[in-house]
């Protein structure tokens, strides 16, 4: 008996070998980046403000509303300024529970990382405290739904600014899966943000002229240097991929011209303490089209693409909806858990005989308001109708049709305009931002954000 103890102590030793060359020879594979077996596929990112899916995706370091409401808004019209933390929602299809990691970079007025600034842009600005849970089991397109919020109780937010949430699969750090934006608005002085009726030149012939000129004024106290406030930019609620900037900064000039259209801007400097930046001509369009697949009673889901109307969608130039829109907003507090999945929905437009020269694509509250390839109707020439089959979450969705052209270098979408589709029409609900960037010449100089304002352009009060 005892003669057979070596014999089977080696087999043991062998064994053992084996199993943790096995386990080192997976553990190498799951790690190399042709390992794609059990990498995520973001199929969709939502960011907004503290608990309301309605608000915009602002910190306000001085909030002191309460933990239930978790905003903080304008008295004058009701606009949502900002909360206390954002929350940001990540669907994503694996085959296994996906682990996460995210970073958080601070970014200049146009979003480019102050990678240098080890000052702001610390090691330590990252979280794994990342909520991840099971689909609904009912649901085809994706598997996961990971949640956190910012700032948490692992990272504080010290400098205002634009900031990205960097999302990575933990055993693969290098690789970005999905990018979150939001701000953090430190309010140091009074603003405000004024809406006048205006008018603009088309593009397209027969479309409105209606417009507005803006004004952005602050009122910061006497520490802070006027000339250090160069920038405001002015966003649609919702589409903060959209920015209208008025800047003193000769960097952000070809972005101003790209972005402003020829929009004519004006910055005046402090007379009674007092910073003003004006744009005129910003097209008013028109109300968002809304398309309600919160029922599955009406929209069920399944493989076919469901057709939201018995009649295709037709080109606008005024008229509001007999339904309000949401703003921008995707709203899903009717979705029970059960129900909570995407649907195979079909977009159409009927060009009326009169198809568009440009590409055409649908930009909406599922999209996060970009035109993207993914998102361009092809026209039938045997129905002679623009269509789209794409698969978006259960919810109530705002949404426009836009003409662009795709860039054949960078494949960027350039040109968008909703001129010819939507128009304009000076009654359209929306609520438009205004932020307030001042050159902080301390902590390795960055942009940082000192103020914002809001106003709704059917509730304005001057």
Request: with cysteine; hydrophobic share 40%; aromatic share 10%.
């Amino acid at each position: 008996m005892n003669s057979s103890c070596p014999v089977k102590a080696a087999s043991m030793l062998a064994f053992l070998a084996i199993s943790l060359m096995t386990l080192t020879a997976c553990a190498a594979l799951r790690a190399s980046a042709s390992y794609t077996q059990d990498t995520p596929i973001v199929r969709g990112v939502r960011v907004y403000g503290g608990a309301n899916e309605s608000a915009p995706p602002i910190v306000l370091r001085s909030s002191n509303d309460n933990a239930s409401t978790n905003d903080d808004r304008n008295a004058s019209n009701g606009a949502i300024l900002g909360a206390s933390y954002v929350t940001v929602e990540l669907d994503v299809q694996a085959n296994f529970m996906p682990t996460f990691m995210v970073r958080f970079v601070h970014c200049d007025a146009l979003w480019r990382e102050d990678s240098q600034n080890i000052i702001i842009n610390t090691p330590l600005l990252r979280t794994t405290n990342v909520d991840v849970r099971q689909a609904s089991f009912v649901s085809k397109y994706f598997t996961h739904r990971a949640v956190f919020t910012a700032p948490n109780n692992e990272v504080q937010l010290q400098f205002s600014g634009n900031w990205k949430a960097k999302i990575y699969e933990q055993h693969d750090p290098t690789t970005v899966l999905a990018e979150a934006r939001f701000f953090v608005v430190e309010q140091v002085g009074a603003c405000a943000l004024g809406l006048i009726s205006d008018t603009y030149r088309p593009t397209i012939g027969g479309t409105s002229m209606a417009a507005y000129t803006m004004e952005a004024s602050i009122q910061a106290p006497s520490e802070y240097v006027d000339i250090n406030f160069q920038t405001v930019q002015i966003f649609r609620n919702n589409r903060w991929h959209e920015p209208r900037i008025i800047t003193q900064n000769n960097d952000l000039t070809r972005t101003e011209i790209l972005y402003n259209k020829g929009a004519a801007t004006t910055v005046l400097g402090f007379t009674t303490a007092q910073k003003r930046f004006r744009i005129a001509g910003i097209p008013a369009e028109n109300e968002y089209r809304i398309v309600d697949i919160s029922n599955p009673a009406f929209a069920p889901a399944g493989s076919a693409a469901i057709r939201l109307a018995p009649l295709a969608d037709i080109r606008r130039n005024g008229g509001v909806n007999f339904v309000p829109a949401n703003d921008g907003a995707l709203i899903t507090r009717n979705v029970t858990s059960g129900n909570d999945e995407y649907v195979f929905v079909e977009f159409i437009l009927d060009p009326e005989q009169n198809p568009t020269s440009k590409e055409l694509f649908v930009v909406g509250s599922f999209n996060n308001w970009q035109a993207q390839a993914a998102w361009k109707l092809e026209y039938d020439t045997t129905t002679r109708l623009y269509r789209l089959k794409q698969w978006i979450r259960r919810g109530r969705h705002n949404y426009l049709y836009a003409t662009g052209r795709t860039n054949p270098t960078t494949k960027a979408i350039e040109e968008v305009s909703f001129e010819e589709c939507e128009g304009n029409v000076l009654s359209a609900n929306h609520t438009f931002y205004a932020l307030y960037y001042y050159q902080n010449p301390n902590n390795g100089r960055y942009d940082a954000l000192y103020g914002v304002s809001a106003i709704n352009a059917s509730r304005r009060t001057r």
